[in-house]
Nanobody
Framework: QLQLVESGGGLVQPGGSLRLSCAASGFTLDYYAIAWFRQAPGKEREGVAAISSRSTDTNYADSVKGRFTISRDNAHNTGYLQMNSLKPEDTAAYYC??????????????????WGQGTQVTVSS
């Protein structure tokens, strides 16, 4: 059974850092692109970052460029989102998603085939 499990969320002060993980089971991530989305209360889910299956292409939302880094470790079947210089407006539930193929329309929810259950990130002093 294909499963994605996010971890690494928590409470952090503004300016702090967190690294989210997206562990895949039941399939091999090697040929899947990975994305991270987030959803704050009362807001729509938005794309944060995406990475192609061979890490040759990455995309980021303008709001996180220069602060967040998406990566993957195919040997460990895991994707990551390193988040630095966190701001209160980064507070949201963060979800990873995967699809077989390119990341052309990466910021569209419907582009992605499988989703995790999410992990909460709260940035507050």
């Amino acid at each position: 059974q294909l499963q994605l499990v996010e971890s690494g969320g928590g409470l952090v002060q503004p300016g702090g850092s967190l690294r989210l993980s997206c562990a895949a089971s039941g399939f091999t991530l090697d040929y899947y692109a990975i994305a991270w989305f987030r959803q704050a209360p009362g807001k729509e889910r938005e794309g944060v970052a995406a990475i192609s299956s061979r890490s040759t292409d990455t995309n980021y939302a303008d709001s996180v460029k220069g602060r967040f880094t998406i990566s993957r470790d195919n040997a460990h079947n895991t994707g990551y989102l390193q988040m630095n210089s966190l701001k209160p407006e980064d507070t949201a539930a963060y979800y990873c998603a995967v699809r077989w193929g390119p990341i052309t329309n990466w910021d569209r929810q419907g582009w992605w085939d499988y989703w995790g259950q999410g992990t909460q990130v709260t940035v507050s002093s």
